[in-house]
């Protein structure tokens, strides 16, 4: 009976829209009184069990530098390259935006970070360059969400801490389907815009560009080939990105100033004051599953039931897109990894190879209604009603499901550039 009640009690939870520090809260407390027979105290002992890792310090670190970015006019200089770069093609503004976003995701770490930013500069220019409105809105959508796989990626990082996976790894697996996803939205921009006339090439804007954004281009450079060439861990690559930001911003660009950083580090604390409470009780429940079992014994049930890892890997793949519609990435990753990522090596499929597809899938979930992160974002960045925003966002949706069956069912991409 007492089983059957925990169930209930979130059911009943979330039909009373109760966030999800409540819902985990309640169903963590319930757990440690009822099944495993200790007090409350458990929940504090094996939440500050698991929070005691160093690599959690790059989360609020990355969050910080993205930010700082964010705020200064880093967004305009990386459009200004793009725009000058692919000027002459067909469509070349299309594109741009499509490799702005890509570069500025890669910058920040965020994809919403990425839509505000870039879309607020993009919208008005493509519809002044006479891009449809729908276009312009499921693009920059679109393009604002590969900040979740594009290293350095905050999901990916809490996949690895979940599941133990190295995060250096993590962010190697994540290059390869940045690149397609990136790749499959720029075609499809300039094959859907071929008909709208590009600008001539002007070599002294390309330089001048080059010049202005030089600083920016290099602090993906920077970041990523500190962490592979061992000059530092990715946790203190994040410092390292927090310091380079405030020099490039403060100092080099003076787009920022230091009386700024104060509000910046406001808004930090508030999104990091929503994400470690219940990363908190998260880990909690997931250390009493640990011991209770309950991932073996769920891989050894399905195990019984599904013996054709394709067969598993449709049902995954379809579950998660549902989450994704449902649920924050990375409340959906704190929850599911630790269960889903042994089910999945039960299977043969990698710690890397899961990884990458889980935090696709719910990627994708920021552009699917009701709770689309992306969608509700575009709704104040555009002006513009929810549905309209989706029929813009739907054929970039079906181009991003298209990708991910190709990365799920080709772990050979994923593995591009793991050693």
């Known amino acids: ?69 964010a705020r200064g006019a880093l967004a305009d200089r990386l459009i200004r390259v793009m725009r000058a770069l692919t000027g002459p093609i067909p469509g070349g503004l299309g594109a741009a935006t499509i490799l702005s976003c890509a570069l500025f995701a890669a910058v920040t770490g965020s994809g919403t970070v990425t839509l505000v930013a870039v879309g607020a500069v993009m919208y008005p220019a493509l519809l002044e360059a006479g891009y449809s409105k729908r276009y312009a809105m499921g693009a920059l959508c679109a393009a604002g969400t590969l900040g979740v796989i594009i290293p350095p990626s905050i999901p990916l990082i809490l996949y690895g801490v979940m599941t133990r996976t190295s995060i250096a790894d993590l962010f190697l697996a994540g290059i390869a389907p940045g690149l397609l996803l990136t790749a499959v939205l720029v075609g499809y921009s300039v094959w859907l815009n071929r008909a709208s006339r590009g600008e001539p090439w002007s070599l002294g804007e390309i330089a001048a560009a080059l010049r202005d954004g030089v600083w920016a281009l290099f602090m993906p450079v920077l970041i990523l080939g500190g962490i ?178 190709l990365i799920a069912f080709t772990p050979q991409l994923v593995m591009t550039f793991v050693s």
């Open 1 to 69: 009976m007492s089983a059957v009640a925990l169930p209930v009690l979130v059911a009943v939870l979330l039909l009373l829209r109760q966030n999800l520090f409540v819902v985990l809260g309640c169903a963590t407390a319930y757990a440690y009184l009822v099944f495993a027979g200790e007090g409350l105290e458990g929940i504090i002992l094996d939440a500050w069990s698991a929070l005691n890792k160093d690599i959690l310090l790059s989360i609020p670190l990355y969050v910080l530098a993205g930010n700082i970015m």
């Open 228 to 405: 592979y060439s061992g000059l530092f861990t990715p946790t203190e690559s994040a410092a390292v990105a927090v310091v380079y930001a405030l020099v490039v911003e403060v100092y080099l660009y003076r787009d920022l100033r230091l009386a700024d950083l104060a509000a910046v580090t406001v808004v930090t604390g508030r999104l990091l004051g929503a994400l470690f409470p219940v990363l908190m009780l998260a880990f909690s429940l997931n250390m009493f599953l640990t011991y209770q079992q309950v991932p073996t014994m769920l891989v050894e049930w399905l195990g019984q039931r599904v013996d054709d890892p394709a067969v598993m890997l449709v049902g995954t793949n379809v579950f998660l897109l549902f989450i994704g519609c449902l649920m924050d990435i990375g409340s959906a990753i704190l929850v599911l990894a630790p269960v889903l990522a042994p089910l999945a090596a039960d299977n043969g499929i990698s710690a890397l190879h899961f990884g990458v597809i889980m935090v696709m899938n719910l990627e994708i979930g920021y552009l699917t209604p009701p709770l689309g992160l992306n969608l509700i974002v575009a709704m104040g960045v555009f002006r513009e009603s929810f549905w309209d925003i989706c029929r813009g966002v739907l054929p970039f949706l079906l181009l991003m499901i298209g990708c991910l069956l």
